[in-house]
T-cell receptor, first 113, second 115 residues
């Protein structure tokens, strides 16, 4: 089954404690991306990757890091989480040319105390 | 500035009625425009995707239109059902240069269908 998986689905942490949210896709997609969604603001792109070892900043990259060492995985790293990073996070993947649909993961709810 | 604006912000309709959601964008050049449906707390699901050369695309009761000259798109829902209650998001993909690979999201229209 074609899918994007994220782990964990729910996470409560404290300010400053490094965390990683994993994202994996099984569709051999070149393009992967991370978004955060906050009430009233809609989805905002954090980082995206056009292919292995190629990453670029989206609209709200501050406080986040990513890596793309393998085609299927695109982890999101919060080196020192802060309460304003409390949000719902989505990972997504698609073909590089974007001419087909982008598949979204189920989301990760993060609470930073 | 590359932006995507959606209207209305929220909409309530009765079951069985039709409705139309609007999307205006300034992203240029753009590769394609998509409409997504997002149920609360879940990831968006694609409804339609159109390139700049297409002006209409249907998916069951959903019909999207695109006018690349005026940079406007609409999503028409026919014979609404209770399960149509969701947020509908318009997304424009940048084509090249500084916008290549960037996705620009509207804030969505929250649709509620009442019985």
């Amino acid at each position: 089954e074609a899918q994007v998986t994220q782990n964990p689905r729910y996470l409560i942490t404290v300010t400053g404690k490094k965390l990683t949210v994993t994202c994996s896709q099984n569709m051999n997609h070149e393009y992967m991306s991370w978004y955060r969604q906050d009430p009233g603001l809609g989805l905002r792109q954090i980082y995206y990757s056009m292919n292995v070892e190629v990453t670029d900043k989206g609209d709200v990259p501050e406080g986040y890091k990513v890596s793309r060492k393998e085609k299927r995985n695109f982890p999101l790293i919060l080196e020192s989480p802060s309460p304003n990073q409390t949000s719902l996070y989505f990972c997504a993947s698609s073909r590089r040319d974007h001419q087909e649909t982008q598949y979204f993961g189920p989301g990760t709810r993060l609470l930073v105390l | 500035k590359n932006q995507v604006e959606q209207s209305p912000q929220s909409l309530i309709i009765l079951e069985g009625k039709n409705c139309t959601l609007q999307c205006n964008y300034t992203v240029s050049p753009f590769s394609n425009l998509r409409w997504y449906k997002q149920d609360t707390g879940r990831g968006p699901v694609s409804l339609t995707i159109m390139t700049f050369s297409e002006n209409t695309k249907s998916n069951g009761r959903y019909t999207a239109t695109l006018d690349a000259d005026t940079k406007q798109s609409s999503l028409h829902i026919t014979a609404s059902q209770l399960s149509d209650s969701a947020s509908y998001i318009c997304v424009v993909t940048g084509d090249r240069g500084s916008t290549l690979g960037r996705l620009y999201f509207g804030r969505g229209t929250q649709l509620t269908v009442w019985p």
